[in-house]
């Protein structure tokens, strides 16, 4: 199994620690699942696709042209689109299609779902159909059935949050229960504004426990539904939440307006045409608890963090040792073992470190690895978690720098700098002791 090449925060270990976290999970966690035909399981925007296929070969009278349907689902209108196909479709047609898909022989649950038993999540929700999360679990635990609830069962139990109880929450219904299946933009209204039960339980699921999103497109309309319920709800969340998706789908202000409006730190992987960094997040967390190398929760252990190019290793070798020499603990990455995880190691010192100084240096420009670290950085300035320090060394180009950075003071140093050109940031640490 390939490790996981982006960062793990922190925050999101000690949670699902603590029994607090609840793993949120969309379709694209299916997708890699084949079926007999050879197709993978469908996203929403290809099952919404089947669907409209599937009607129109069982000659389904349509009070629109189809054509328009497709139209609708290739501009991604996919909402309007299901409750167009939904008020086609009988419900005998829609639970055959349902059965046709998901029950496929060769449909059975992946590597992926099956490592999601080995990591101590508080409950998962789901928004797909299918059961092949019900599936792991059951297979996990030699045959014993996890529980399992959808938006209808609010209406005659207790909210599930008030046992302690692993369950699987079904949040746009069940296979098994066709009647209890949400697919149209009626369905979505009817949960979030006619149900007061599944309201009150989403409102308070999201203010008590810490959500980490897996397998939902930055532009997936279930995100996004429950994403406007977490606007509304901001004021009284307790933790942030996370979701994990591929790189460059985000650019930096937005992923600080989620952060602040919407509590949501985004986790961002390499992108391959399997994902594979998805089973690689998936196998560190079941790495790490079957370690039980749970970082503990503790005070900040440094006063700096250094974020540099080992290009430049003299430079910050003597940086270091006149920030140790006025009592100044630093954290740089010199100090890993050969057993130690990068990412895991260096996530925890930045979390663990009151500043972030980030060395720029002619060679810095070339490093996509020094830019995530100051994206990290500035996102975690933004929570008032670390306070981020640039510093030049020797002649560059500050036209080429990343725009966050472009308004910012910065202590500029010439090559030879001494003790005292780093009186400025030595008195700034110190002040904040």
Not at 95 to 115: C, E, I, N, W
Request: proline residues 4%; charged residues 30%; hydrophobic residues 40%.
């Amino acid at each position: 199994m390939k490790k996981f090449k982006g960062f793990i925060p922190g925050e999101l270990i000690n949670s699902i620690k603590d029994k607090k976290c609840i793993l949120f999970v969309g379709a694209g966690l299916s997708s890699s699942v084949k079926r007999s035909n050879g197709i993978n399981l469908p996203n929403w925007k290809w099952f919404l696709d089947e669907l409209l296929e599937f009607a129109i070969d069982k000659r389904v009278i349509f009070s629109v042209n189809p054509d328009d349907i497709k139209e609708m689902i290739q501009n991604d209108n996919l909402i309007m689109a299901a409750q167009e196909i939904q008020e086609t479709i009988s419900n005998h047609d829609f639970g055959d299609f349902l059965q046709q898909v998901f029950r496929d022989k060769y449909v059975k649950p992946s590597a992926t779902h099956k490592l999601l038993p080995q990591i101590p999540f508080r409950s998962i929700m789901t928004s797909n159909y299918d059961n092949l999360i019900e599936g792991a679990y059951t297979l996990h635990h030699s045959g014993t059935i996890p529980n399992k609830f959808t938006q209808e069962d609010l209406l005659n139990i207790s909210s599930p949050l008030r046992k302690d109880d692993f369950y699987i929450f079904k949040v746009h219904g069940d296979l098994d229960r066709p009647n209890t299946i949400v697919l149209g933009s009626r369905g979505y209204q009817k949960l979030f504004f006619r149900s007061p039960e599944y309201r009150q339980f989403l409102e308070t699921l999201f203010s008590v426990y810490t959500v980490l999103f897996i397998g939902y497109g930055a532009s997936d309309p279930d995100l996004e539904n429950v994403l406007d319920r977490l606007s509304s709800i901001f004021n009284r969340t307790i933790d942030k939440h996370y979701i994990l998706l591929p790189d460059h789908k985000f650019n930096f202000a937005e992923k600080k307006r989620l952060l602040l409006d919407k509590r949501l730190e985004v986790i961002e992987y390499k992108i391959d045409e399997t994902h594979t960094q998805v089973d690689a997040f998936l196998s560190d967390l079941t790495e790490i608890f079957k370690e039980q190398q749970m970082p503990e929760k503790e005070n900040k252990k440094y006063d700096a963090f250094i974020s540099y190019s080992h290009n430049n290793i003299k430079e910050i070798e003597r940086l270091r040792s006149f920030l140790m020499d006025v009592r100044l603990s630093v954290w740089y990455d010199m100090e890993l073992k050969p057993s130690q995880d990068i990412q895991n190691t260096l996530t925890e010192a930045i979390n663990n470190s009151r500043f972030m100084i980030i060395v720029i240096t002619k060679d810095y420009y070339d490093s996509e690895w020094l830019k995530k670290e100051l994206e990290i950085g500035l996102l975690k300035q933004v929570e008032g978690k670390i306070n981020v320090i640039p510093i030049s060394i020797g002649p560059i180009d500050f036209q080429r720098l990343p725009k966050e950075l472009q308004n910012i003071h910065f202590l500029q140093l010439n090559e030879n700098f001494s003790i005292d050109d780093l009186k400025p940031l030595i008195k700034m640490m110190k002040r904040d002791q």
